[in-house]
């Protein structure tokens, strides 16, 4: 850098020193650059773990902080939410999510992300860890499909997530009852899969359920399954007693389904994936509907129907073939009476497996001919605790003669009056003939003949007077009885003397008593 | 500014670092020289000027500048608590501080990792750039705040040793565990490579600047 100079060297052969100005760089530099390659390496470390940045809508951002709640799978971290804004309707909410690298392959059009918080529901507790740790948003990631950037969060949790083996299946039913969403099913009272959701169908005739039956459960669902709601405590009070059902504590506060292949009939090919079923409201109803050929007939009762009810059973000689369907009081103006159309349903299958191929006309030429041999309907009492009626159809050959009636487009059945009601009219005829009776005049009559008595007896008394005077020892009949009495037992002994004689001596018949 | 001096340079004498005896300099050797004075009392290498002071300044500054970045923007300390992972980088941590109130705390962290490293820094900087360019401007205020860079430089510290020492402290297993993030490391760094850089320069090149203008 500076003059070098070996001063004291007077010789000049010996030569000067080169002076050079120092080259080269100081080794302190050798820091900086450590630093920044260290700097560097840590920032390609940081940036190779970012992956997609995707951006979330949800309803609210309760429980949600940027910067801090995770995007979790399965409880491993694979996102972080860096900012939360709200969209310029004010109506929702945009999360936006930085996930880790190597997530790009799951964030597919079927991914879907929900908050996770504590619920605590009828039959579940879940998320308690996010009491303390706050709330994250779950994923079900779904591989396979183009990486998408923009989701909408579910507002719920969803049930049954892709990772899940199993199958969903459909159910159609009339009503809700008291199914909800995550309500469980059992098969065999052990609960092998939940509702996922339900919705009134398009034309809000029926409600459709999906449900989801866990692997390996789901290939106990064949096509010819059945499923019933066993929500709650099914209580019948029926004609047959008093039944309680109940699948499980659960459903009896959450609802729940149940299914099972009916009992009689072979299991069917296994159920595909989204096959839909009919929802049965109860047990018994999903293995009785079997029976598809429905009669409706009318029976018009005379009596009280007090305790006939719909969904009364109709029965032949003890066995169910049908229910009451409706019980109504109508006016008929041509009796100036009341009369009780009830309707009830046959099902003509269960007198007889050939009642479904015989045609119409077949089957009510057969119902003629019954009515004719004395076919009716009469109330009987199935419970005399509860005074349940039920329709009891039988064959009564006394019956006065009658014959099907049209009414409404219904046919009317004959029918007889009740069993007590039979006794009671029997009853009453006779107290009605026994208050027709004339009891006074047969009182006034009798006395009548009473005094004519009086006058006979003192006849007969006379009569026997003088018969006693006839009869008396000293009369003279009476000795003269006992004379001849005498007589004849006199003439009895000689008798007996002469046949003793002729028996030892017979020879004396012709010779003569020897002497 | 004032008439000229006579400093130790211009009489040849040097003032050992160590025990503070006054020699004589071999005549021949200079400030620049790679021959290596020694006090003859204690041994130690004596310079006229700190050696390649400036150099060494200028690459400890811009190495301090350069682990400056990752220490704010990786995370300081990760709190496991109750499986709840989170991490936080000191501007993270002061604005959690501040929005809960307890600016106080806030503020010391505030002030310690991030005021006065900075003005470290660009204190140093200044230093630097304004004796390369042979400035005259206030040789006595430039040499304040050389000192006032040495004194507080050590107080950056406090950062890294609250951080160990919640290290240390916080080892509740999986109820609450707290680690040092790797920013912690880079954060050292730039308090030590600074507290070496304010060592390393030599605050009598603000004033040789001053000698040289007045001689010419």
Same mark, same amino acid.
């Given at each position: 850098m500076t003059d070098n100079t070996a001063g004291n060297a007077p010789e000049n052969e010996i030569p000067e020193a080169v002076v050079k100005p120092r080259k080269g760089i100081s080794i302190v530099w050798i820091i900086p650059i450590v630093a920044a390659l260290i700097g560097a390496w840590v920032a390609y470390q940081s940036w190779s773990e970012i992956g997609p940045t995707i951006v979330i809508t949800f309803g609210n951002a309760e429980g949600l902080v940027a910067g801090k709640t995770k995007i979790k799978y399965k409880d491993v971290e694979v996102g972080l939410v860096k900012q939360i804004d709200l969209e310029k309707d004010l109506k929702h909410v945009q999360v936006t999510v930085q996930m880790n690298k190597g997530s790009k392959g799951f964030l597919t059009k079927k991914t879907r992300f929900w908050v996770v918080k504590a619920r605590i529901s009828a039959g579940t507790v879940s998320g308690l860890g996010t009491l303390l740790g706050g709330a994250y948003i779950a994923i079900d990631p779904v591989n396979g499909g183009k990486f998408v950037k923009d989701y909408v969060g579910l507002e719920a949790v969803p049930i049954v997530t892709t990772d899940q083996p199993g199958q969903h299946f459909q159910l159609k039913a009339s009503r809700r009852g008291s199914l909800d969403v995550g309500a469980p099913i059992y098969f065999r009272q052990i609960q092998v899969g939940e509702v996922v959701s339900y919705q009134l169908s398009e034309d809000a005739e029926t409600v459709n359920f999906k449900i989801f039956v866990n692997d390996p459960h789901h290939i106990k669902v064949k096509e010819n399954t059945r499923f019933w709601n066993a929500s709650g405590l099914d209580i019948s009070l029926s004609a047959a007693g008093f039944n309680v059902d109940m699948e499980s504590i659960v459903s009896l506060v959450s609802g729940g389904l149940a299914f099972e292949v009916p009992p009689d009939t072979e299991p069917g090919k296994d159920a595909e994936e989204n096959m839909v079923f009919t929802l049965y409201d109860d047990h018994t109803a999903a293995f009785e509907q079997q029976i598809t050929l429905k009669e409706k007939v009318l029976l018009y009762f005379g009596g009280s129907v007090r305790g006939l009810t719909p969904g009364a059973p109709v029965e032949f000689r003890g066995i169910e073939i049908g229910e009451v369907k409706s019980v109504e009081l109508e006016f008929d103006p041509e009796k100036q009476d009341f009369v009780i159309p009830v309707l009830i349903e046959i099902e003509p299958e269960r007198m007889g497996k050939n009642a479904a191929i015989f045609s119409e006309e077949r089957r009510m030429a057969i119902l003629s001919a019954y009515v004719e041999r004395g076919f009716r309907a009469q109330l009987k009492t199935g419970n005399l605790l509860t005074g349940q009626l039920y329709v009891d159809m039988n064959f009564y050959p006394d019956a006065e003669e009658e014959e099907i009636r049209m009414v409404d487009g219904y046919r009317v059945l004959p029918t007889i009056p009740t069993s007590l009601e039979e006794i009671t009219k029997g009853v009453n005829v006779v107290l009605d003939k026994l208050k027709a009776f004339p009891f006074d005049k047969i009182g006034a009559d009798l006395t009548r003949t009473l005094s004519h008595l009086d006058t006979t007896i003192v006849q007969a008394e006379g009569t026997l007077k003088s018969i006693d005077t006839i009869f008396a020892e000293d009369s003279v009949l009476s000795q003269e009885l006992q004379k001849s009495m005498r007589e004849l037992s006199e003439t009895a002994r000689s008798l007996r003397i002469l046949t003793d004689y002729l028996e030892r001596h017979p020879e004396a018949l012709l010779r003569g008593k020897e002497k | 500014m004032t008439d000229a001096l006579l400093t130790a340079e211009d009489a040849g004498l040097l003032s050992c670092h160590s025990?503070?005896? @006054?020699?004589?300099?071999?005549?021949?050797?200079?400030?620049?020289?790679?021959?290596?004075?020694?006090?003859?009392?204690?041994?130690?290498?004596?310079?006229?000027?700190?050696?390649?002071?400036? !150099?060494? $300044?200028?690459?400890?500054?811009?190495?301090?500048?350069?682990?400056? *970045? #990752? %220490?704010?923007?990786?995370?300081?300390?990760?709190?496991?608590?109750?499986?709840?992972?989170?991490?936080?980088? /000191?501007?993270?941590?002061?604005?959690?501080?501040?929005?809960?109130?307890?600016? #106080?705390?806030? @503020?010391?962290?505030?002030?310690?990792?991030?005021?006065?490293?900075? $003005?470290?820094?660009?204190?140093?900087?200044?230093?630097? *750039?304004?004796?390369?360019?042979?400035?005259?401007?206030? #040789? @006595?205020?430039?040499?304040?705040?050389? &000192?006032?860079?040495?004194?507080?430089? &050590?107080?950056?510290? !406090?950062?890294?040793?609250?951080? !160990?020492?919640?290290?240390?402290?916080?080892?509740?297993?999986?109820?609450?565990?707290?680690?040092?993030?790797?920013? %912690? =490391?880079?954060?050292?760094?730039?308090?030590?490579?600074?507290? /070496? %850089?304010?060592? !390393?320069?030599?605050?009598?090149? =603000?004033?040789?600047?001053?000698?040289?203008?007045?001689? &010419?």
């Open positions: - | 025990c503070s005896l @006054l020699t004589r300099a071999k005549s021949g050797a200079d400030p620049g020289a790679h021959e290596e004075q020694h006090c003859p009392r204690c041994g130690s290498a004596l310079h006229m000027r700190k050696p390649d002071s400036l !150099t060494r $300044t200028w690459a400890l500054v811009i190495a301090a500048f350069l682990c400056y *970045i #990752p %220490a704010n923007l990786l995370p300081m300390t990760v709190v496991t608590s109750l499986g709840k992972v989170q991490s936080d980088t /000191i501007m993270s941590g002061v604005i959690y501080f501040l929005q809960h109130g307890e600016w #106080p705390i806030g @503020l010391v962290i505030l002030i310690a990792s991030v005021v006065v490293p900075l $003005t470290k820094l660009f204190i140093l900087v200044y230093l630097l *750039i304004s004796v390369q360019r042979k400035s005259q401007w206030r #040789p @006595l205020e430039r040499t304040r705040l050389y &000192r006032v860079t040495e004194a507080i430089g &050590r107080w950056s510290m !406090t950062d890294i040793y609250v951080v !160990t020492i919640l290290v240390a402290l916080v080892r509740l297993g999986n109820l609450a565990t707290i680690e040092a993030g790797i920013g %912690a =490391i880079f954060f050292g760094g730039v308090v030590v490579l600074t507290i /070496i %850089a304010a060592m !390393t320069f030599d605050p009598r090149e =603000i004033w040789d600047n001053m000698e040289s203008t007045n001689d &010419r």
